[in-house]
């Protein structure tokens, strides 16, 4: 995002965690043991996603999760669905256009 302010704000309440601010351009997430960090970058060039790559939370409910993400203003991009592989998710933006994989984390190591 090259807006710190919007991402610490749009992460800040998904995560219901309001992060800490590490620098007037990092914004850090403790998410128990991990980390989300959203900061600009110091030469200023944006960093893009390859068509496949997302950032993957794990998360106990997953519809609290989509609303939250539409109430921060994301956009959901899916359903809730069961995946081939087994697990249960779906997948969206944050405002940015980052694009998030949402699963349920009881997933997580019963695949």
């Given at each position: 995002m090259s807006d710190i302010e919007?991402?610490?704000?749009?992460?800040?309440?998904?995560?219901?965690?309001?992060?800490?601010?590490?620098?007037?351009?990092?914004?850090?997430?403790?998410?128990?043991?991990?980390?989300?960090?959203?900061?600009?970058?110091?030469?200023?060039?944006?960093?893009?996603f390859d068509d496949n790559q997302y950032i993957y939370l794990a998360v106990p409910d997953l519809e609290i999760m989509r609303a939250r993400i539409e109430q921060a203003g994301g956009r959901c991009l899916t359903e809730i669905a069961k995946m081939?592989?087994?697990?249960?998710?779906?997948?969206?933006?944050?405002?940015?256009?980052?694009?998030?994989?949402?699963?349920?984390?009881d997933h997580l190591f019963s695949i």
């Open positions: 919007a991402a610490a704000k749009f992460y800040s309440h998904v995560l219901d965690n309001p992060g800490k601010r590490i620098s007037p351009d990092r914004h850090y997430f403790d998410l128990g043991g991990m980390m989300l960090a959203c900061y600009v970058p110091a030469d200023g060039k944006s960093w893009t081939p592989w087994g697990e249960t998710m779906f997948f969206a933006v944050d405002p940015s256009g980052s694009r998030l994989g949402i699963t349920r984390n």
